[in-house]
């Protein structure tokens, strides 16, 4: 296991780029399985996740092509439904193409994903919103097996408003025959750019980015270029890592509207966020917060996103005051407590409410990165933190943040991978 080295106590100055988003490339490499030519698609993160990803779109027969940040998919020959056990197990978001193996093959069986760090995460919503469209589902030890003859569009009320059921439904309903309707659909922005690159393909998609989504499926979509939205859990990290450190900021490629409850929350312990024209936004912190206690509930967009609520509670540290999160999303995603609780935070928490005693001083230690954002949250806690901070299990923040360590170093700041 590799890990971060941070020694805390630098101010961040500068400016970053942010890369595309992990969330919108990988529902959309899937989606690439749908056409009937050729998908080229740019700003793709060059992330582990990712990496797995093209791995299922091989393991599927598709032809894929990677230079930089660019990737080219040729799907015409996939011959494979199954997804393979061992890819379904390194990423859940392998679950991504079960939608459009079903739509273009008939047929597309994988093992159930596990639960992980965060919580159960079932795909019971994938398969009911699937089902709908006409499949028949068959699950038996420890793997479920989706067959259709022909998708037909069908009315789909989501119980609850999942990003990734949302995806899947999307994808299978754009080759289905007829229209498909999604009541309490996701809004993430994620979904709006799934949307765009089906209809830059030739489905007819309304109402993307509202809870009411209709999808008027096509007997064929052709490949297109795609280029994907800017990664609003990067920008969120590196706002936060400024935020809680003093310094200035410009992050360049961050669309600020993708982040509400974000920047009103800065602003209101005193941080200058300038959201300029042409997706800039700045952002300079103060060197000491006044006592203001902050509460955050997460919840589906526009609400507070999860993926950064680990990252927020480290920068809360910073802010006197007692604060309250309450993660209502997934319902275990507080474990980064305990590992900055080893850094000399006070917080107490359960699964799922948090409550933090910010404004004290944290020194470095040992810490363990259990999820991705988690690990996050400890490298922003260890740039605050006197001396050094040893992070443990680099991969898992590696597969949500590419060079992190040296976009980091390059603002002033102390991280080195090793
Ligand atoms: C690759 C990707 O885009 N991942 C994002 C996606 O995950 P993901 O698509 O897995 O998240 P969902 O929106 O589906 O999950 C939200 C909640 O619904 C529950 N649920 C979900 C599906 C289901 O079939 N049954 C069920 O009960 C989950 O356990 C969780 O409690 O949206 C999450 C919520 O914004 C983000 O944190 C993840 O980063
Ligand atoms: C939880 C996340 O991703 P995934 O759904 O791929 O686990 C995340 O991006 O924070």
Request: aromatic content about 6%.
């Given at each position: 296991m590799g890990e971060f080295v941070v020694r805390g106590g630098r101010r961040i100055d500068g400016r970053i780029t942010v890369h595309g988003a992990k969330n919108a490339a990988l529902p959309i490499l899937a989606a690439s399985l749908l056409a009937s030519s050729p998908v080229t698609l740019y700003d793709i993160p060059r992330l582990r996740d990712v990496d797995v990803m093209i791995e299922v779109l091989l393991a599927l027969g598709a032809r894929v092509e990677r230079s930089g940040t660019t990737v080219w998919i040729d799907p015409r020959d996939i011959h494979t439904y199954a997804v393979p056990a061992e890819l379904m197990q390194k990423m859940r978001a392998s679950i991504f193409v079960l939608g459009p193996l079903l739509a273009r093959l008939g047929r597309a069986s994988a093992i159930q994903p596990g639960g992980c760090a965060i919580g159960d995460r079932p795909i019971d919503l994938h398969l009911y919103a699937l089902t709908q469209l006409g499949a028949q589902l068959t699950e038996e030890a420890g793997s479920t097996?989706?067959?259709?003859?022909?998708?037909?569009?069908?009315?789909?009320?989501?119980?609850?408003?999942?990003?990734?059921?949302?995806?899947?439904?999307?994808?299978?309903?754009?080759?289905?025959?007829?229209?498909?309707?999604?009541?309490?659909?996701?809004?993430?922005?994620?979904?709006?750019?799934?949307?765009?690159?089906?209809?830059?393909?030739?489905?007819?998609?309304?109402?993307?980015?509202?809870?009411?989504?209709?999808?008027?499926?096509?007997?064929?979509?052709?490949?297109?270029?795609?280029?994907?939205?800017?990664?609003?859990?990067?920008?969120?990290?590196?706002?936060?890592?400024?935020?809680?450190?003093?310094?200035?900021?410009?992050?360049?490629?961050?669309?600020?509207?993708?982040?509400?409850?974000?920047?009103?929350?800065?602003?209101?312990?005193?941080?200058?966020?300038?959201?300029?024209?042409?997706?800039?936004?700045?952002?300079?912190?103060?060197?000491?917060?006044?006592?203001?206690?902050?509460?955050?509930?997460?919840?589906?967009?526009?609400?507070?996103?999860?993926?950064?609520?680990?990252?927020?509670?480290?920068?809360?540290?910073?802010v006197p005051g007692v604060h309250l999160i309450s993660e209502r999303v997934f319902e275990n995603r507080l474990g980064h407590a305990r590992e900055l609780r080893r850094l000399g935070a006070q917080i107490i928490a359960d699964q799922r409410v948090a409550l933090i005693y910010g404004g004290k001083p944290l020194r470095g230690a040992a810490v363990t990165a259990g999820d991705l954002r988690a690990g996050a949250a400890l490298v922003i806690a260890g740039l605050m933190a006197e001396g050094e901070t040893v992070i443990s299990g680099r991969e898992v923040i590696e597969r949500g943040y590419e060079q992190l360590d040296q976009n980091l170093s390059q603002l002033g700041a102390d991280v080195v991978a090793r």
């Open positions: 097996e989706l067959v259709a003859e022909r998708l037909r569009g069908a009315q789909v009320h989501l119980t609850y408003p999942s990003v990734g059921a949302t995806e899947n439904l999307m994808m299978a309903a754009a080759l289905a025959e007829g229209e498909t309707r999604i009541r309490n659909a996701a809004m993430e922005p994620e979904i709006v750019d799934l949307a765009q690159f089906l209809e830059r393909m030739g489905a007819v998609v309304r109402g993307a980015g509202t809870s009411d989504i209709r999808i008027v499926g096509q007997p064929t979509l052709t490949g297109t270029d795609y280029q994907i939205i800017p990664d609003r859990i990067e920008a969120a990290t590196y706002a936060l890592a400024v935020a809680a450190t003093g310094g200035r900021l410009v992050l360049e490629n961050c669309i600020a509207d993708h982040l509400p409850g974000l920047w009103g929350r800065l602003r209101e312990v005193g941080v200058d966020v300038r959201d300029g024209e042409g997706d800039v936004v700045e952002i300079v912190a103060p060197d000491r917060y006044p006592v203001r206690p902050i509460s955050v509930h997460t919840g589906p967009y526009p609400g507070f996103a999860t993926d950064m609520q680990a990252q927020f509670m480290a920068f809360l540290l910073k």
